[in-house]
């Protein structure tokens, strides 16, 4: 079992940056595939951002170049830096955890989720 929970997300103007902190429980975090997602009000949830437990990063095509995931697995937390933020990037931040190997980009690949972090950029 694992639990994530996330932190970091707050109000920011166009052009800011924000890094937010998934904070995961458990042994064996380094085995783990994990994942930002986001869900903004009346869309569906989207992929946004991985990193497998080799470390090998991949990115959505709307935040690539802007947005930098990275792990830390001796404090069992996966960041996700945000830079260049858009009014398009408000909406709450999901970090997911999966067992899986590879590049994992839709949800119901993952095990674990956390409660989500607001993050809103305003224009």
């Known amino acids: 079992q694992v639990q994530l929970v996330e932190s970091g997300g707050g109000l920011v103007q166009a052009g800011g940056s924000l890094r937010l902190s998934c904070a995961a429980s458990g042994r064996t975090f380094s085995r783990y595939t994990m994942g930002w997602f986001r869900q903004a009000p009346g869309k569906e949830r989207e992929f946004v951002a991985g990193i497998s437990w080799s470390v090998s990063t991949y990115y959505a095509d709307s935040v690539k170049g802007r947005f930098t995931i990275s792990r830390d697995n001796a404090k069992n937390t996966v960041y996700l830096q945000m830079n260049s933020l858009k009014p398009e990037d408000t909406a709450v931040y999901y970090c ?21 972090t607001q993050v809103t950029v305003s224009s």
Request: hydrophobic share 40%; no cysteine; glycine share 20%.
């Open 96 to 116: 997911a955890a999966t067992i899986r190997v590879g590049i994992v980009t839709v949800g119901y690949e993952y095990d674990y989720w956390g409660q989500g």
